[in-house]
């Protein structure tokens, strides 16, 4: 139901086109983004479900205000961002999601490609801050 939005000093300007407050949509800002996934014009609303935290983490895809298509993700969403891939018509972006320290990516809303961003040692400073910062002395 859209409703006029009126806070101090816009003149009533701001619409709410859609509001849902049961929707369970926990997500962050770079976990959000609008793509063009069939190639039709029209952009869908992506997004990087956190889900409670520890379960139920999703990529979910939005037509509008309706649920198009969901996919489980193994570990917490840290971004989300549509990208193309190739040349080929008509162009389709493909999406790539940042969860744990893997890169998840999506062709035609299909998991398709999972890269495991490698290992770096740690700092031998940063060990000597975090032992000295920590009860444990860092060994946790």
Not at 84 to 108: Q, W
Request: net charge negative; aromatic share 8%; charged share 20%.
């Amino acid at each position: 139901m859209a409703a006029v939005i009126s806070a101090p000093g816009d003149g009533g300007k701001w619409l709410d086109a859609h509001y849902d407050p049961v929707a369970g949509l926990y997500t962050f800002s770079s976990c959000v983004d609008l793509a063009d996934l069939s190639g039709d014009g029209e952009n869908r609303l992506v997004v990087g479900d956190l889900g409670t935290g520890s379960s139920g983490m999703k990529l979910k895809v939005y037509r509008g205000t309706v649920l198009i298509s969901e996919n489980t993700l193994l570990d917490l969403p840290a971004g989300l961002v549509a990208f193309f891939m190739d040349l080929h018509e008509p162009r389709i972006p493909t999406v790539a999601v940042a969860s744990g320290p893997c890169i998840y990516v999506y062709k035609n809303l299909r998991p398709y490609f999972k890269f495991t961003l490698p290992s770096l040692d740690i700092n031998p400073l940063e060990q000597v801050v975090v032992a000295s910062v920590t009860p444990t002395g860092g060994k946790d």
